[in-house]
């Protein structure tokens, strides 16, 4: 059973820091793009950044140069480094994952994996 657990949410002030972690457990065959998606009240979850397995990345226009997305390949980790952190970046955090695990009858299957969300608030 592949699982995606994130880490790191929490409250920090406008301008603040905040460095969230999102690993995959489970049996893996590979990992291809990893990312971050946001949700905040009453809006539509919406792509924040994300990473290839070779290390390609892109981020939505609104945190280009605050945001840095990275990944760990051997502990099957992707990281959002959130920085100058503003109140309209509040919202619940979500890890994906697009990668190959086997089913429940042991074949290989690429599937999209979510992890459960994590809050961030900015506020002071």
């Known amino acids: 059973q592949v699982q995606l657990v994130e880490s790191g949410g929490g409250l920090v002030q406008p301008g603040g820091s905040l460095r969230l972690s999102c690993a995959a457990s489970g049996t893996i065959f590979s990992i291809h793009a990893m990312g971050w998606y946001r949700q905040a009240p009453g809006k539509q979850r919406a792509l924040v950044a994300v990473i290839t397995s070779g290390g390609t990345t892109d981020y939505a226009d609104d945190v280009k140069g605050r945001f840095t997305i990275s990944r760990d390949n051997a502990k099957n980790t992707v990281y959002l480094q959130m920085n100058s952190l503003k109140p309209e970046d509040t919202a619940v955090y979500y890890c994906?994952?697009?990668?190959?695990?086997?089913?429940?009858?042991?074949?290989?299957?690429?599937?999209?994996?979510w992890g459960q969300g994590t809050q961030v608030t900015v506020s002071s």
């Open positions: 994906n994952a697009d990668l190959v695990a086997p089913d429940r009858n042991y074949i290989l299957r690429n599937s999209t994996y």
